[in-house]
């Protein structure tokens, strides 16, 4: 874990959302290998600091900032500590998610729909606000990777606000490249096939006979690691991908090719 200064993220500063498990801690650890000082938020305190505390001890750089994605002065909080202790922000990996299955449209309460929107398209909106603004303050750019889905692109089957609320997220990954791009800011979207998380063994735990589907349409026949999907976010976040804006760059063992 420690940092050698040779990694592919060495110098940057990079702030990951939905932090507490899964696809962010993995991606958290994985930065943070690769060089770079990452600020973690999630709304489980417990759960960043000690993932923080984790990629402190193996030589790394991380700092914690408990939040609510959905809550803007959250989000500024976060991004204001990250410059405030690493003096930029040149990264955002918005990855924060939730999702629930088995409803259709007609019986899915607004309640359902009001939260799935909130927290995949408002929290993805509120943090691209407050990077992008402290990126184009600082005048170096910056990269920001959003997780989109597979549902991003079509109907797979996930309730329809999941679907609905992944293709936001794709419109405003495309709408935030072309706005920045001139700025020498590059926004990217990940599409997401089926993933090993916490959030996924709930979803499987509530409505077990979806795992057939989530993994019969994949090439690979197989759920993602959540390291899998933080080496593609690692990659766009770096100058490997300096040319790569506006992309919806699948992480989806072939799902979305079939």
């Known amino acids: 874990m420690g940092n050698t200064g040779q990694g592919m993220l060495a110098g940057r500063t990079i702030m990951v959302t939905g932090a507490a498990s899964g696809i962010g801690a993995a991606a958290a650890r994985l930065f943070a290998a690769e060089g770079a000082a990452v600020v973690v938020t999630a709304r489980r305190e ?53 999702a629930t299955a088995g409803t259709p449209l007609h019986e899915t309460d607004d309640a359902v729909f009001d939260q799935v929107m909130d927290v995949n398209v408002r929290g993805v909106w509120n943090c691209m606000k407050a990077q992008i603004a402290v990126m184009l303050t600082d005048g170096r750019g910056g990269a920001v990777v959003n997780t989109a889905s597979t549902a991003g692109l079509v109907a797979t089957g996930a309730t329809a606000s999941y679907i ?43 409505t077990p006979s979806l795992e057939e589907s989530f993994v019969s349409r994949s090439m690979q026949k197989r759920m993602a690691e959540p390291v899998e999907v933080a080496q593609a976010a690692a990659w766009l976040l770096s100058d490997r991908a300096s040319f790569v804006t506006g992309g919806s760059v699948p992480v989806d063992g072939g799902w979305t090719a079939a």
């Open 46 to 98: 417990g759960r960043i600091k000690e993932l923080a505390d984790e990629i402190a001890d193996g030589g790394g750089r991380a700092l914690a900032v408990p939040g609510d994605v959905t809550v803007p002065a959250d989000v500024q909080r976060v991004v204001d500590a990250a410059v405030r202790t690493y003096g930029r922000l040149d990264g955002g990996f918005n990855n924060a998610g939730w």
């Open 164 to 206: 609905a609320a992944k293709h936001a997220v794709m419109g405003l990954t495309k709408a935030g490249a072309d706005e920045y791009g001139g700025h020498g800011i590059r926004v990217n979207a990940l599409v997401v096939g089926s993933t090993r998380t916490e959030l996924m063994d709930q979803v499987l735990t509530d």
